[in-house]
Nanobody, 131 residues
């Protein structure tokens, strides 16, 4: 099972940028679907992005499309989320997650978020965007 650890959260003003990292124990194996989720105060957990094992296919939620960029560096066993043009509504705890491919990573990560599949989760990192 992948072990995940996020870092890079913090406080930023609206319109600013922040980059998150997710250190994964076995990302270089390239066998896992990876994803980013977030949970804002008083809100349900929300899917942010899905990264396929090779990193060639990446999908984003409409709320972050064009502002967030996910990527992976297998040589460093690290998943990234570059966030730009941040808004106060982006304030949340951000989590990275991983699961083994089964029905296609987009569906698999969505199922992981619904707790319909097993997988690995990081401890989360807080992102706060001030207005």
């Amino acid at each position: 099972e992948e072990k995940l650890a996020e870092s890079g959260g913090g406080l930023v003003q609206a319109g600013g940028s922040l980059s998150l990292s997710c250190a994964a124990s076995r990302l270089s194996d390239s066998t896992y679907c990876m994803g980013w989720f977030r949970q804002g105060p008083g809100k349900e957990r929300e899917w942010v992005a899905t990264v396929y094992p090779t990193g060639s296919s990446i999908y984003y939620a409409d709320s972050v499309k064009g502002r967030f960029t996910a990527s992976k560096d297998k040589s460093k066993n690290t998943l990234y989320l570059q966030m730009t043009s941040l808004k106060p509504e982006d304030t949340a705890i951000y989590y990275c997650a991983a699961t083994t491919p089964q029905a296609g990573c987009l569906a698999d990560i969505e199922a992981l978020g619904r707790r319909a599949r097993s997988g690995s989760w990081g401890q989360g990192t807080q992102v706060t965007v001030s207005s």
